[in-house]
């Protein structure tokens, strides 16, 4: 089952509105209006650890170890 995901697009900057399946299909999505990778971070178990803290994105990588965990 699925549930709506609501991020804004970092690329284009618009709100992005998505019915998910983050356990099926993971973090990733691409957004419909500039068809960029946009990553479901609201839905990420790490953003809510700590207050954010149990995040470890890194950019020089564009990478994350939920994106292992998580989905496909």
């Known amino acids: 089952m699925g549930n709506h995901v609501i991020e804004v697009c970092p690329h284009c900057d618009n709100e992005v509105w998505l019915f998910w399946d983050v356990e099926a299909d993971g973090l990733h999505a691409f957004c419909p209006y500039c068809g960029k990778r946009l990553m479901l971070c609201s839905e990420c178990p790490a953003t809510h650890t700590d207050g954010g803290k149990g995040c ?17």
């Open 56 to 72: 470890d994105y890194d950019s020089t990588t564009d990478k994350c170890s939920m994106q292992r965990s998580v989905g496909k």
